[in-house]
């Protein structure tokens, strides 16, 4: 049974940085494509950024330059290195893993809040 567990959230101040992560359990972590979204009140789940089984990295417009997504392959887990944070994201943010044959796999989420 494959399991996405996501952790890092908090509430930091606007500016300060936060690193989430998440592991995968029950299957080969290095065989999927990964990506974090985020669901904020109101709003649809957007995509944040993605990672692909090469390592091929794509970003929202909203977080290029401030985010980074990696992998570890040999951990079986993916990061999000956030840095100056912003209010707008505040958010529940998602671990989702996709196998080759276009599955999905959702983790259960994580809490980001930024605010003065």
């Known amino acids: 049974q494959v399991q996405l567990v996501e952790s890092g959230g908090g509430l930091v101040q606007p500016g300060e940085s936060l690193r989430l992560s998440c592991v995968v359990s029950?299957?080969?972590?290095?065989?999927?494509?990964m990506a974090w979204y985020r669901h904020a009140p109101g709003n649809r789940r957007d995509l944040v950024a993605d990672?692909?089984?090469?390592?091929?990295?794509n970003y929202a417009d909203s977080v290029k330059g401030r985010f980074t997504i990696s992998r570890d392959n040999g951990q079986s887990t993916m990061y999000l290195q956030m840095n100056n944070l912003k209010p707008e994201d505040s958010a529940i943010y998602y671990c989702?893993?996709?196998?080759?044959?276009?599955?999905?796999?959702w983790g259960q989420g994580t809490q980001v809040t930024v605010s003065s």
């Open positions: 989702n893993a996709k196998s080759s044959a276009k599955v999905d796999y």
């Open positions: 029950g299957t080969l972590f290095s065989l999927y494509d």
């Open positions: 990672i692909s089984t090469t390592g091929t990295t």
